[in-house]
C-alpha cells in the first residue's frame, strides 16, 4: 500500500499544536449550572497521539468542541498551530478535522455517497479524490462496500467509514471523541491501526476521547481529567509506574472468582478489586505500598503484578472521591442492596434456545443457534458488530418471532406465550431507552404502572429503586440530561422495578468509566448470588470475565461456547497467543474470516 500523502509539512518536535491556559465552560438552562471546565491547562503536542481520559461528566466533549471552534469557552485561550480559537475560528477549522462521539453520517446515502458528501464539504478536487478515496478504502477495509447504505453498516464499519470522512483531506489536526465507544475488539483493533498508522505516516496531531482505559496506552501522552478538572498530563507509564508494589493477583483454590471479589473488596488496605484471568486483581491502598499485599487469609495465593493505568485512574479518583465526600457509593465497604427476593442458583433451565434462525427478507441474522441458561448464572453473549447477538436478544425477550427453532424463556414458549414470559422479564436496552423529557421519578412512576405495581408496593419499589442507586438527589432531574452514568443506574433500576427472574443486559456499560463498569457489575454479582439469572452482551473483553459462561458469536453463528477459562484455552491451544480473552475473542472470530466464513 502506497505511503499516504501528507496536506502539508507536518512539523514535529516539542512545539505544542494546541494550548490550553486557564478555559473554563459553564453551562446553565437545567436545574443548576454545570461547571463542564475549570481552569484548564494543557498543552497537545505536535504530531502525537494524545488521549483525553476522564469519568462520566469529566468535560472531554466540552473541551473537544471548544478546541474545534464549535463552542465558546467562558474564559481562558486556546490556541491551535499558533492561532487563537476565538479570534480565528474558521481558519483554525480549515486545518482540523473533528469526529463527535455520534458521527454525522448520512444513513440513506451510500459509503461512496458519504465520502463524495465530505469530500465536496472539505473542498477536495475531483482530480485529487480517486487516490485519495483508494487510499481511505484500503486503510479501512471499506472497499466492497462503497455501494452499501450507510445505514446498513455495522457499528464498527460505521465507525471507520466516520474516520474515513473526517481524513477525506488530511488535517494538520484530528479530533476523535470515543470513536471506538460500542465497536467489538476486531472493529477497536482495527481502528487503532488506522489512526496509529495516519499519525505515523501523515504526521497529522490526535487528540482522542477514550472510556477504554486500555487505550491510554496506546497513546503518546495522556490528560487526565475529572469534573472539569485537569488532574495530571504524561505518559501512561508515568501514571502507572508509581504504584509499583501495590498491584496483585489473588487467587483461591475451589472458590468462584466473584465470589473471592465480594470478599477482597471490603477488606481493610484494598483499595479495588476487579476480576481478572484465573483470579482477583487487586489494588492496595498507599499506605500499603511496601511491595507485600496486606493479610488475606492463608488460604489465598498472592503474586505481584505490573500495574496499568487503570490502577492509576482509580487510585487518583477514589482518592479525591474519599477526600472530598468520605467513603461513597459502590465504595469497598458498601453492601449490596436488596434488590430482589432471594432466590437459590440451582440447575434449572430458564432459557433454551434450539436451533434458532431468524430471517430478515433473504438476509439470514441467526442461524441454527443452540444453548441453554440456568437459574443465578450469568451467561455472556459476545461478538463482533453484525454477529447477531442482538437480534437473539430480541427474540428471547419476545420482541421477534423466530424464523425457525424454538426458544423457551421462564417455562414459557415464546412462540405461543411471549407476553406472559416478559412479566418474568427485565430489560436493559444498549441505549438509553427511558423518557428523555421526563424526570426520574416520572419514568419509575410509568414503569410502575406499567408493570402493574400499586399501593404499598408500588411506594416500596420506588423508593427502593430512589435509595438504591443514589438516585433520590435527582428525582427532579430530566433524565435525557443525566451523565451517562446515572442514566445508567436509572436505566438497571427500571428494569429491576418489577423484581423480574431474568434479567437481559445489551452492551449495558457502553461510553461510561471504569468507576460506573465496576459498580455495575457488583450489583450484577448480587443478584445472581439471589438466584436472578442474566444474560449480557458486551465489548469490554474484561468484563467477559464475570460470566460463568460465555458463547461468542461471528455472522449469525456460535463459534465457541464453554467458560472464559476454557474459551481462552481453546484459542491457546489453537495458536490464539496469549491467554487473555481479547486475544481469545481475535483469534476465534479472525479465525473464521481466515477460513472463508466472514
Not at 99 to 128: H, T
Not at 327 to 340: E, K, N, S, Y
Not at 403 to 427: C, F, M, N, Q
Not at 551 to 566: K, N, T, V
Request: proline residues 5%.
Amino acid at each position: 500500500m502506497d505511503r499516504i500523502e501528507t496536506a502539508a509539512a507536518r512539523p514535529q518536535g516539542d512545539a505544542p499544536a494546541v494550548e490550553l491556559r486557564g478555559v473554563s465552560r459553564r453551562f446553565t438552562g437545567g436545574a443548576r449550572p454545570v461547571v463542564a471546565l475549570a481552569g484548564i491547562d494543557a498543552q497537545v503536542r505536535a504530531g502525537r497521539i494524545t488521549g483525553l481520559i476522564g469519568p462520566d461528566a469529566a468535560g472531554k466533549t466540552t473541551l473537544l468542541r471548544i478546541i474545534a471552534g464549535l463552542l465558546q469557552a467562558d474564559a481562558g485561550c486556546i490556541t491551535v498551530f499558533g492561532r487563537d480559537v476565538g479570534r480565528e475560528a474558521l481558519a483554525v477549522q480549515a486545518e482540523l478535522s473533528y469526529m463527535p462521539q455520534r458521527f454525522g453520517l448520512y444513513e440513506d446515502l451510500s459509503v461512496q455517497e458519504n465520502l463524495d458528501l465530505y469530500a465536496d464539504l472539505r473542498d477536495l478536487q475531483p482530480q485529487e479524490r480517486p487516490a485519495r478515496y483508494a487510499e481511505l478504502l484500503a486503510m479501512t477495509g471499506l472497499r466492497p462496500f462503497t455501494g452499501r447504505l450507510a445505514g446498513r453498516l455495522s457499528g464498527g464499519m460505521k465507525q471507520k467509514l466516520g474516520v474515513a470522512c473526517a481524513l477525506v483531506r488530511a488535517p494538520r489536526l484530528l479530533l476523535l471523541d470515543e470513536p471506538t465507544v460500542g465497536v467489538d475488539p476486531v472493529s477497536r483493533q482495527e481502528l487503532w491501526e488506522i489512526i496509529q498508522r495516519f499519525a505515523a505516516e501523515a504526521g497529522t496531531t490526535v487528540l482522542i476521547s477514550t472510556s477504554y482505559l486500555d487505550e491510554a496506552e496506546r497513546c503518546d501522552e495522556v490528560i487526565l481529567l475529572r469534573d472539569g478538572h485537569c488532574l495530571g498530563q504524561g505518559r501512561a507509564a508515568a501514571f502507572s509506574d508509581r504504584l509499583r508494589g501495590r498491584t496483585f493477583l489473588v487467587t483461591a483454590t475451589g472458590r468462584r472468582r466473584r465470589e473471592l471479589q465480594q470478599a477482597l473488596r471490603g477488606h481493610p488496605g484494598v483499595l479495588d478489586a476487579v476480576v481478572q484471568g484465573r483470579g482477583v486483581r487487586i489494588l492496595t491502598d498507599a499506605g500499603a505500598g511496601t511491595g507485600e499485599p496486606p493479610p488475606l487469609g492463608e488460604e489465598l495465593q498472592v503474586e505481584p503484578v505490573p500495574p496499568r493505568f487503570e490502577d492509576a485512574f482509580i487510585d487518583i479518583v477514589t482518592g479525591l472521591q474519599a477526600q472530598a465526600t468520605g467513603p461513597g457509593f459502590g465504595a469497598a465497604g458498601a453492601a449490596p442492596p436488596a434488590a430482589v427476593a432471594d432466590r437459590t442458583a440451582t440447575d434449572e433451565v430458564v432459557i433454551e434456545v434450539n436451533q434458532a434462525r431468524r430471517m430478515f427478507g433473504q438476509f439470514c441474522a441467526v442461524r441454527d443457534i443452540s444453548f441453554s441458561v440456568t437459574r443465578g448464572e450469568i451467561f455472556g453473549l459476545l461478538g463482533a458488530n453484525g454477529a447477531g447477538k442482538t437480534t437473539t436478544f430480541r427474540m428471547l425477550c419476545g420482541l421477534l418471532p423466530a424464523s425457525s427453532g424454538s426458544l423457551r424463556v421462564a417455562g414459557r414458549d415464546l412462540r405461543t406465550a411471549a407476553a406472559s414470559a416478559r412479566e418474568r422479564l427485565g430489560y436493559m436496552a444498549q441505549k438509553f431507552s427511558l423518557y428523555r423529557d421526563l424526570s426520574v421519578i416520572q419514568n419509575l412512576s410509568f414503569l410502575a404502572s406499567a408493570y402493574g405495581l400499586q399501593g404499598r408496593r408500588r411506594r416500596e419499589r420506588l423508593a427502593w429503586a430512589l435509595d438504591s442507586f443514589q438516585l433520590r438527589p435527582y428525582r427532579r432531574q430530566t433524565a435525557g440530561l443525566l451523565p451517562l452514568g446515572f442514566q445508567q443506574r436509572l436505566s438497571l433500576a427500571a428494569a429491576l422495578l418489577h423484581e423480574p427472574d431474568i434479567l437481559f443486559l445489551d452492551e449495558p456499560t457502553s461510553g461510561v468509566d471504569p468507576l460506573a463498569r465496576r459498580e455495575f457489575w457488583w450489583r450484577i454479582s448480587a443478584l445472581a448470588r439471589q438466584g436472578v439469572t442474566v444474560l449480557v452482551t458486551t465489548h469490554y473483553m474484561e468484563e467477559a470475565e464475570y460470566c460463568d459462561r460465555l458463547a461468542i458469536m461471528a455472522d449469525g453463528r456460535i463459534l465457541a461456547i464453554g467458560s472464559p477459562a476454557e474459551i481462552k484455552q481453546s484459542a491457546a491451544d489453537a495458536g490464539g497467543g496469549e491467554a487473555t480473552m481479547e486475544a481469545a475473542f481475535i483469534a476465534l472470530v479472525q479465525g473464521r474470516a481466515a477460513a472463508g466464513h466472514g
